[in-house]
Structures are given as structure tokens and as C-alpha cells.
T-cell receptor, first 114, second 112 residues
Framework: NAGVMQNPRHLVRRRGQEARLRCSPM?????VYWYRQLPEEGLKFMVY????????ESGMPKERFSAEFPKEGPSILRIQQVVRGDSAAYFC????????????FGQGTRLTVV | GESVGLHLPTLSVQEGDNSIINCAYS??????FIWYKQESGKGPQFIID?????DKRQGQRVTVLLNKTVKHLSLQIAATQPGDSAVYFC???????????FGSGTKLNVKP
């Protein structure tokens, strides 16, 4: 059973370009979370999704950021018109449909905006 | 609760000593708690969890203590090893919500 897969591991974008970060949850997991981490800081919640639904996006910036988790395929975190301040590590986690259980994390995508 | 962008506090211990990492959580209605370990350049890795109906849970070399009265969680690592050097985060899950809130983290530095 493969773990949570994120790709790419490293992504470099110029200011103004778009960044697409992908997350394939563990098999059987229908809940996906995205977190952002700046160097030497904690994990900041961005968005919580279930298949085809955004459950909680209270941590997402109002502009330029969007997330989806389609019926088929990975979850995508999309950042439009990136700025230097978007440079960070973005982590995805997944958990099973219900119950009290841990969330499993991917290895993250490190976005660098130049 | 959520990290607010503070730089990580650091705990330095000697190899072989016991380590205690503390965490204050935000919501008295939280019903599930997890400790994660994050090594440099990697994603957080599950260490141990505890449900709100318990006060203590032990794993291999690790013990988690939960004090609901003061909303405090601690992670004890016995006989700390250099491989334990990492950042440790506590996470809480609010009852009836399926979202995890992370504490700001503590950096553990084990000196050989």
C-alpha cells in the first residue's frame, strides 16, 4: 500500500507563473488536507477536501489559490500568478472516510518562486 | 491550535537522557491527539496517538500524557538517541470535525 504521493518534490516557478501541486492519497482514503510550511515554522492548515467537495477552505488565501479533489485522479493545489511569498513547502495528508484516526503525510512539494 | 508563524523553540538534550516535549492545545472539545515527528526535508511522520478518554499511552520508547483539565499534551522520549533529532508537532482533532490543527512545533536537538 503506497503512502501519500506528492509530485513534484521540487518546483521552481518565475513570478507570475502558475504552480500545480499534486497529491495522491493513500488507497481507500477519501479525505485530503493541504498544509503549508515556511522554513523553521509549523504547519499551517489551508484546505480540507473530500471527493468532489471542499469541506473547509478557511486557511486558503482569498485570491490566487484553489484546490480540488476530483472523483478520479489526484488532488490538485493550484497557485496562480505566484509571488516570492508563496515559496514554501506544501504538504498533503490523507485520512480514511470516518472515525478517529491519524492523517498520513506525503513528503511535500517545495515550491521556490524566483 | 494553528501555528501562528512563530519560530520553533528548541530543546537540547544529551544522548541517553529522557526528553519531554510539551504542547498546549486549543479546544477542550478535541477528542483525538497525535504526535508527529518531522525530519529535515521530509513530511511529518506519525509517532503515537491518544484519544480523549485516556490520560496516558505508551509506545516503544515514547509515552504521551494528556491533561484535559489544562489542555496540555506531552511527549516523553526515553533514552533519547541522535536519530530522534527532529521537529515534533502535536495535532488535535476537534470533535465532529475531521480537520487536524497543529501546534507550532518543538525542535529536538540530541547531542552525542
Amino acid at each position: 500500500n503506497a503512502g501519500v504521493m506528492q509530485n513534484p518534490r521540487h518546483l521552481v516557478r518565475r513570478r507570475g507563473q502558475e504552480a500545480r501541486l499534486r497529491c495522491s492519497p493513500m488507497k481507500g482514503h477519501s479525505h485530503v488536507y493541504w498544509y503549508r510550511q515556511l522554513p523553521e515554522e509549523g504547519l499551517k492548515f489551508m484546505v480540507y477536501l473530500q471527493k468532489e467537495n471542499i469541506i473547509d477552505e478557511s486557511g486558503m488565501p482569498k485570491e490566487r489559490f484553489s484546490a480540488e479533489f476530483p472523483k478520479e485522479g489526484p488532488s490538485i493545489l493550484r497557485i496562480q500568478q505566484v509571488v516570492r511569498g508563496d515559496s514554501a513547502a506544501y504538504f498533503c495528508a490523507s485520512s480514511p472516510p470516518a472515525g478517529t484516526t491519524e492523517a498520513f503525510f506525503g513528503q511535500g512539494t517545495r515550491l521556490t518562486v524566483v | 491550535g494553528e501555528s501562528v508563524g512563530l519560530h520553533l523553540p528548541t530543546l537540547s538534550v544529551q544522548e541517553g537522557d529522557n526528553s519531554i516535549i510539551n504542547c498546549a492545545y486549543s479546544n477542550s472539545a478535541s477528542d483525538y491527539f497525535i504526535w508527529y515527528k518531522q525530519e529535515s526535508g521530509k513530511g511529518p511522520q506519525f509517532i503515537i496517538d491518544i484519544r480523549s478518554n485516556m490520560d496516558k499511552r505508551q509506545g516503544q520508547r515514547v509515552t504521551v500524557l494528556l491533561n484535559k483539565t489544562v489542555k496540555h499534551l506531552s511527549l516523553q522520549i526515553a533514552a533519547t538517541q541522535p536519530g530522534d533529532s527532529a521537529v515534533y508537532f502535536c495535532a488535535e482533532k476537534w470533535r465532529n470535525f475531521n480537520k487536524f490543527y497543529f501546534g507550532s512545533g518543538t525542535k529536538l536537538n540530541v547531542k552525542p
